[in-house]
C-alpha cells in the first residue's frame, strides 16, 4: 500500500516535472496514468493537496478558473492562454516597463500577467 502510494505521487511529480505548462488536474490524472494505469482522480487531487502543503508545487489561478498546477520554485514567468485550444504556454521573460503603471506613491509588491490570444497551431488552423 505504502509502495503504491509512493508511486503514484512519483508519477503525478514526474508529470508536472516534464510539462511545458501549468496543467489541469484531469491532464496531470490522463499523463499520470502513463506511469500507473490504475491512478484516479481522488488519488490525483489528494497527491496534490499534500505537494501542495509541503510547497512542492504551486497553482496557477486565472480568474473565473479552476486551478492548474505546476512545480514550485520556478523563476519568475508569465503564460500566454489560447483562446481556441484553451491551453496555457509558459512564456519567457517580463516586460519591467509594468512597473511605469504604478501611480506616485504607491510600492508595487508583486504582479501577475496573462497575455491571451491564439496558439500558433490554432492561428494555421483559421
Ligand atoms: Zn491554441
Ligand atoms: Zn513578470
Redesign the pocket.
Known amino acids: 500500500m505504502a509502495e503504491r502510494r509512493t508511486r503514484q505521487k512519483i508519477a503525478v511529480l514526474t508529470v508536472l516535472d516534464e510539462a511545458q505548462a501549468p496543467l489541469s488536474p484531469a491532464q496531470i490524472q490522463t499523463r499520470a496514468q502513463h506511469y500507473v494505469p490504475t491512478i484516479g482522480q481522488a488519488t490525483v487531487y489528494r497527491i496534490l493537496k499534500s505537494l501542495l502543503e509541503r510547497e512542492a508545487i504551486s497553482t496557477v489561478q486565472l480568474p473565473g478558473e479552476s486551478p492548474l498546477y505546476e512545480m514550485a520554485g520556478k523563476r519568475h514567468h508569465h503564460f500566454f492562454r489560447?483562446?481556441?485550444?484553451?491551453?496555457m504556454y509558459e512564456v519567457v521573460g517580463c516586460d519591467t516597463l509594468l512597473k511605469r503603471l504604478v501611480p506616485p506613491g504607491f510600492a508595487l509588491e508583486a504582479h501577475e500577467v496573462y497575455l491571451l490570444g491564439?496558439?500558433?497551431?490554432?492561428?494555421r488552423r483559421q
Open positions: 489560447c483562446r481556441g485550444c484553451e491551453q491564439l496558439c500558433a497551431e490554432c492561428r
